[in-house]
């Protein structure tokens, strides 16, 4: 079974960085494209930024030139470096996994809990 265990929530003024890190475990699986979300009050789900296994990323309108995604294959990890912030950026942000078990082969998708940023204006 795979978790996704989120971090780096926080309270940070417009114009501030943080960086939220997601981190996959379990074993007997193979993580391939990963993907941060977020949902603010009263709003639906969205989009923020995914990144596939080899790297190609992808951004919502009203993120680019503001956040980054990356990941680390090793570690089953991925970032989401985010500058710039805005008080409409403030939601809980989500870590999205689809993954696959190795054997027998199965693709599956998890959720992570989700970490609360807050951005002050």
């Known amino acids: 079974q795979v978790q996704l265990m989120e971090s780096g929530r926080g309270l940070v003024p417009a114009g501030g960085s943080l960086r939220l890190s997601c981190a996959a475990s379990g074993s007997g699986f193979r993580i391939n494209t990963m993907g941060w979300y977020r949902q603010a009050p009263g709003k639906q789900r969205e989009l923020v930024a995914a990144?596939?296994?080899?790297?190609?990323?992808n951004y919502a309108d009203s993120v680019k030139g503001r956040f980054t995604i990356s990941r680390d294959n090793a570690k089953n990890t991925v970032y989401l470096q985010m500058a710039s912030l805005k008080p409409e950026d403030t939601a809980v942000y989500y870590c999205k996994a689809y993954a696959n078990t190795i054997s027998p082969l199965r693709y599956f998708e998890v959720w992570g809990q989700g970490t609360l940023v807050t951005v002050s204006s």
């Open positions: 990144i596939t296994r080899a790297g190609t990323t």
